[in-house]
């Protein structure tokens, strides 16, 4: 399954792996000789096939009404200083939960992707035509042009919107790690991108890629 990201044209394995935790998916993506996606990645492919024809994209709109996507983009909250990081590749630990210790020593070493502050940022319920020029959108993404994918995928759904889930920071004392999550809220009402998986949940599904990456 063949599909542009930034540029790029990357190759997604069908059927897809899944269902299992983010670090069982991983660990299988890449024992099978491929490697997992990152959210923008994941955002690209998605946008490509969902709510097409064919096996494949049947099976990705089942998978996003019942189920959902794992993108392998780490959530690194500071509540100190109100602000969300975002950071490819996580690392689990041996419950499956994203590895916040990784996280924060990768922060150290200057490998944020993206970073977003808090302070007044839409979350929750966005229109679809607010999500291109989201911050959250866009961090999460990759960018201006997945943000965009993401929109136009949330315009694809019944009732125009997208949501971004966000905990709320202020119940953290310490940095916490989570892992990207993409679906159809409701069973196809709206698109949600939760920045809350933990990583464990065994209802998760992934494309191994085969490509440049990201």
């Known amino acids: 399954m063949e599909f542009l990201h930034q540029g790029k044209e990357l190759t997604a394995a069908f059927p897809f792996f899944g269902p299992a935790n983010s670090k069982t998916l991983k660990n299988t993506i890449k024992q099978e000789g491929f490697r997992e996606p990152t959210f923008p990645e994941l955002t690209s492919f998605v946008h490509n096939y969902f709510d097409g024809t064919g096996e494949s994209s049947e099976k990705i709109s089942e998978i996003m009404k ?19 990081l975002f950071i490819d590749y996580p690392a689990f630990d041996r419950g499956s939960v994203v590895d916040v210790n990784d996280l924060t020593m990768r922060l150290k070493m200057n490998q944020v992707r993206a970073m977003v502050s808090l302070d007044d940022v839409e979350t929750g319920s966005v229109p679809w035509n607010k999500i291109a020029k989201n911050p959250l959108f866009q961090a999460v993404g990759g960018g201006e042009e997945g943000a ?34 993409l679906y159809s809220y409701e069973r196809g009402k709206s698109l949600t991108v939760t920045l809350n998986g933990s990583g464990y949940s065994i209802n998760s599904y992934a494309p191994g890629l085969i490509g440049a990456t990201s």
């Open 66 to 84: 019942t189920k959902y996507f794992v993108g392998f983009t780490g959530v690194l909250y500071m509540p100190d200083r109100n602000e969300i």
């Open 148 to 181: 965009e994918k993401l929109a136009e995928l949330a315009s694809r759904h019944s009732d125009k919107k997208g949501h971004i889930f966000v905990p709320k920071t202020s119940n953290f004392t310490s940095p916490q790690a989570r892992i990207t999550l």
